[in-house]
């Protein structure tokens, strides 16, 4: 279980080694989420339309383990971008990862970026 | 600087500290703590909670941070072993010598373990603490994995002892609680409200066995029973002992404190012992040759000890300290306060029994009927904080003191006034020793404007909770003083109820989520808005739930129940429970096909469990194929409608539930609604539907139905309550779309019939006029608009399956057709099931 999470930790911006072509802008619904694979990852992306912002995180939730987050609802917390987990409605923002209404370990984050209509996954590996 | 050590890390230890440097003076001084377990102090009082979420962190009375943060110094896991009174210093278990000016003892208690042959076997435990409860659950999951039906004892009959028989339901196995008095609870109940108190716990599965003296524990090297005399015993895989405590009074033989016999150190109201300069709180403190098992009096004795030692010599512990108590958790109210019992010359008691309902309730009165003493309350505890407030509080009581207990309730009226009525000086908060008026003045005073802020602010209900309800009203009421308006919204992105919602949607005719946040709402939305208004939509435009996807709950935009391990349950619609052989065989052949573990539903259905996101349209396809719906069963909205046999083959049917139940569950199948709704239709009054544990029942009777509404099953059950009686199937109708309808409008999220009645003022009674009266004037606008859902209904799953759109949603990945490698399954009886969780 460790080991599944080991393999989520947050990339920044600026330690972006790989940009990753994941999918085009319509195959993510707006205001909603779908899970992307790379490599051994499952990444969850977001379209956060009414923000203008897209976000990635790992799709693993932390609280049981599952590979889910992405279908979680999104919404805002004081502002804050989040993601409710489908299974017992755990949040996390999508800005730091942090668990908003518990004590979970964060979630890992991932940079996004749109060109040309495709979305790209940026790791640093 | 001078310096106190604290010896006890405990819940009182905890409170000492936090009441310490909460005072000015407390810079003044270094403040060392030494706890004995491996983590900082905990919710002991909670501790049950353990089982469901293992997880210690949730427990914590603070983090470790808070101590450093304060400038506490905290040492864990290390035992204080010596205390030399003349040096004034302490020794660690680690031979370290710490010198202090105060001393504050607050070592607590152990369970006792009392002295019979064979407890030192494997399986039997204590209930104390974090690693007591770890300990419990290895060895139940050993037991589970040996055998189907593992037992487990509880010597103790006590207040812990039923808490512990809750747990060990808790953890699957078979719980007997063993008491020695002849009734349960023997220190706060008689010996009526402990048989009443038996029936229920026996009707949950635990079973009691009093009057039993414990001989042996039997076994080679684990337990394997009890014996209680040659020819009596029971035979159980585990035994927990909860039969009283012993205070951890050790250091008290190191420096020659004065002890009672059984054990506690002796203290004055000032909570000093023998010795200059050590106090002693908590649960080793002997107060009025008494321990006192509970967090509040150990509380006010960390308060006492802190303003002795910061000099205030003023404040000290009452002559007399309040034993009331409310058991927690175990799903059934037991409370009792004051002078539980007493004899007749003292005063007078006014009992009520009601055994069909597992309730008992006792007042006792004095002799002139003017003033309460005490009671014992088991099955319904609602009352409980008021009554405990006018025996605390001396209050006058009513003429009829009685409606006290049987009550003008009913018709909505309540023999008590409101929390407000209370004197200022009332203590709503009895383990933070929070008056009415700290709550109300931290309203009144503008600094806090809402529950959270008081919570916040006074740390009123942060304890056991039981007083939530009322620091709720009192907020409210303080509130609504001040002319403010306290209303439900649903969450920060919308001012409104759901009722108001629901009206400003259907009058603007706002008919997407995202104009809906523009013209009336804030921010970006939630998952608690999200799903509130796709429902409301749901109900004015009839969407299903395929329309915006993104905005409905997390199951019904794959429109399935997500498991453990993230796969989904199928569950195509049954109506009545009438099923063909034909159609069970599909059932069968798919799930086979698909790989799926089956089993019947408590709703007479059958759910296909375990199906992967990528082949739920495949597998909806075959079934729609045959004929099949969607069953809902992901939604809030009409899941079944449940059916006896009936009149067509049983020898007692007075009319056919089944037909009656199908038209019932096609006429309302995908009706959208605040919660989950159910029905049922019973051919006679026999029941075997269970109508009234349903959100409509219908029960066939002499001359026509009767029809009930607003029961469930669930957490807490209610019965339906008779709306109309010996009406006929177009009447039933009649009043089900408008009850329905009325119910769909009005209600909060989440919100069942039976809580949503509970808050409609006046209730059956004023629900009776609106439906079969019609005094408001509803009724046509009621029906009309349930005939145009009715019209307009269509299956979601079969939108789903035949539109390529939809069914892109149905993919684990986008960018891949692979499947989700997380997905575990492994092998039960033949079949399939998730991997289990194993944090
Ligand atoms: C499958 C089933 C258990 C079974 O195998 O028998 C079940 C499964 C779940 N029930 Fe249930 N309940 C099932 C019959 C019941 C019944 C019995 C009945 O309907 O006669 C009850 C008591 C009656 C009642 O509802 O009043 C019942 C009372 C609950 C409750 C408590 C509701 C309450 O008001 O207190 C919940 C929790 C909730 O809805 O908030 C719940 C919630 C759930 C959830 C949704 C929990 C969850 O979020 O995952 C489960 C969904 C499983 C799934 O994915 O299918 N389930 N649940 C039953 C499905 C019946 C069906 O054919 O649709
Ligand atoms: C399952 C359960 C449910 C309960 N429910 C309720 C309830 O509903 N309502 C209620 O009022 N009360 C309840 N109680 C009782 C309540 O928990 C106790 O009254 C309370 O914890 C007493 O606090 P304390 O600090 O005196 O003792 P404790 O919480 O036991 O703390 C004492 C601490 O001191 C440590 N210690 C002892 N000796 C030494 C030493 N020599 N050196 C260093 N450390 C030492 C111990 O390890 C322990 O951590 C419940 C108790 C249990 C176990
Ligand atoms: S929610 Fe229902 S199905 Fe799930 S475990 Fe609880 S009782 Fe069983
Ligand atoms: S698995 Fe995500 S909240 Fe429980």
């Known amino acids: ?125 | 600087m001078k310096r106190v050590l604290v010896v006890g890390n405990g819940m009182v230890g905890y409170k000492f500290c936090e009441k310490f440097v909460s005072q000015q003076q407390a810079d003044d001084f270094e403040l060392v703590v030494f706890g004995d377990e491996p983590r900082p102090a905990y919710d002991r009082v909670h501790l049950s909670e353990y089982f469901e979420n293992q997880d210690a962190k949730a427990l914590e009375l603070a983090p470790a941070d808070w101590y450093a943060e304060n400038g506490i110094r905290l040492i864990c896991d290390q035992r204080v072993t010596d205390i030399d009174a003349a040096q004034k210093q302490i020794r660690t278990a680690n031979g370290r010598l710490h010198p202090y000016d105060y001393l504050v003892l607050a070592t607590g208690s152990v369970p006792f373990v009392p002295p019979i042959p064979g407890v030192e076997k494997k399986g039997v435990f204590v209930y104390r603490t974090i690693e007591d409860l770890e300990g419990m659950m290895a060895y139940a999951k050993e037991i589970n994995t040996k055998k189907p039906n593992g037992k487990a004892a509880i010597l103790g009959g006590g207040l812990l002892g039923l808490e512990a028989g809750k747990a060990v339901l808790d953890m699957g196995l078979e719980p007997h609680v063993v008491e020695f008095a002849p009734k349960l609870m023997p220190r706060q109940l008689d010996a009526r409200s402990s048989a009443v108190l038996q029936l229920k716990l026996e009707s949950m599965g635990i079973h009691i066995h009093l009057s039993k003296a414990t001989n042996k524990i039997l076994g080679e090297n684990a337990i394997t029973g009890m014996e209680f005399s040659e020819d009596d015993t029971l035979d159980v895989d585990m035994l927990i002992i909860s039969a009283g405590i012993r205070p951890r009074d050790e250091l008290g033989n190191t420096c020659g404190l004065e002890m009672g016999t059984r054990g506690g150190f002796v203290v004055n109201d000032k909570m000093e012992t023998s010795e200059p300069d050590i106090y002693a709180i908590g649960e080793i403190a002997l107060y009025n040759q008494l321990i006192y098992g509970l967090v509040a009096p150990g509380y006010d004795m960390a308060e006492v000890a802190v303003q002795q030692i910061l000099g205030d010599a003023t404040t000290v512990m009452p002559a007399e300290i309040d034993m009331s108590t409310k058991l927690k958790l175990i799903g059934v109210d037991v409370a009792s306060f004051g002078t539980p019992y007493m004899p007749a010359d003292k005063g007078l008691s006014i009992l009520f029994e009601n055994k069909t309902k597992f309730t008992y309730k006792r007042i006792n009165v004095s002799h002139d009927g003017k003033t309460l003493l005490g009671g014992i309350l088991v099955g319904d505890a609602d009352d409980y904080n008021i009554l405990h407030q006018m025996y605390l509080n001396g209050m006058p009581l009513p003429d009829n003191a009685e409606e006290l207990i049987v009550g003008a309730r009913g018709e909505g009226g309540s023999a008590f006034g409101s929390a407000m009525a209370l004197p200022d000086s009332a203590q709503i908060c009895s383990c933070e020793s929070i008056s009415k008026g700290t709550i109300c003045d931290s309203i009144l005073d503008g600094s806090c404007s809402s529950f959270k802020d008081v919570v916040h602010a006074t740390k009123a209900a942060t304890g056991c909770g039981g007083c939530k309800p009322m620091v709720t009203d009192l907020v409210n009421e303080s509130l609504k003083s001040m002319g403010k308006e306290v209303k439900e919204v649903i969450c920060e992105h919308f001012d409104y109820s759901r009722q108001e919602l629901y009206g400003i949607i259907k009058v603007k005719g706002i008919t997407t989520y995202d104009e809906a946040l523009d013209t009336i709402g804030k921010g970006d939305g939630c998952e608690l808005c999200k799903p509130a208004l796709a429902s409301i939509f749901a109900t004015i435009y009839n969407d299903t739930a395929n329309k915006e996807a993104v905005i409905q709950d997390s199951n019904d935009r794959f429109l399935a129940n997500i498991q453990r391990n993230g796969s989904y349950s199928v569950v195509p619609r049954i109506p009545g429970g009438e099923i063909t052989p034909d159609r069970l065989i599909v059932l069968g052949e798919v799930a086979k096909k698909y790989n799926l573990y089956t089993k019947i539903t408590g709703g007479q259905r059958i759910d296909l469990f375990g199906a992967e996101l990528n082949d739920l349209p495949a597998i909806w396809e075959e079934l729609i194929a045959v004929g099949f719906e969607s069953g809902h069963a992901y939604g809030k909205s009409l899941r079944t409608v449940k059916s006896c046999v009936g009149s067509t083959w049983c020898r007692y049917g007075m009319d056919e539930s089944v037909s009656f139940a199908i038209a019932l569950e096609e006429r309302y199948k995908g009706l959208r609604s605040p919660h989950k709704l159910k029905g049922g239709v019973s051919g006679c009054i026999r029941e075997c539907a269970e109508a009234r544990g349903k959100d409509f029942g219908v029960i066939a009777v002499e001359g026509g139905w009767n029809l009930y509404v607003c029961g469930n099953g669930g957490a807490t059950p209610k019965h339906a309550q008779l709306l109309a009686s010996q009406i006929d199937n177009e009447t039933v109708i009649k009043y089900l779309d408008r009850f329905l309808m009325y119910y769909i409008r009005t209600a909060a999220p989440l919100v069942r019939t039976a809580a949503w009645l509970e808050k409609l003022e006046g209730g059956i009674e004023q629900l009776k006029k609106i439906v079969v009266e019609d005094s408001l004037q509803l009724a046509q606008d009621l029906e009309a608009d349930m005939q145009d859902l009715v019209n307009k209904y269509e299956c979601e799953w079969k939108q789903a399956v035949v539109n390529p759109e939809i069914r892109k949603r149905f993919s684990h990945f986008v960018n891949t057709d692979e499947r989700d490698d997380n997905i575990a399954f492994v092998d039960l009886r033949e079949q399939k099931m998730p991997e289990p969780w194993i944090n």
């Open chain 1, 1 to 125: 279980m460790e080991a599944l999470l080991d393999n989520y930790n947050t990339v920044a911006a600026t330690t972006v080694r790989t940009w990753f072509k994941a999918c085009k802008v319509e195959d993510i619904p707006k205001n909603g989420g779908a899970c992307i694979k790379y490599q051994d990852k499952q990444i969850a992306l977001f379209n956060f339309a009414r923000k203008g912002k897209w976000y990635a995180c790992q799709n693993l939730c932390p609280h049981k383990m599952e590979m889910v987050l992405s279908r979680g609802m999104i919404g805002d917390q004081e502002g804050m971008a989040k993601v409710a987990c489908p299974m017992h409605k755990k949040t996390f923002s999508l800005e730091t990862g942090e668990n908003l209404n518990g004590d979970l370990q964060p979630i890992a984050t991932y940079p996004v970026k749109i060109e040309e209509g495709f979305v790209y996954l940026g790791f640093s590996e």
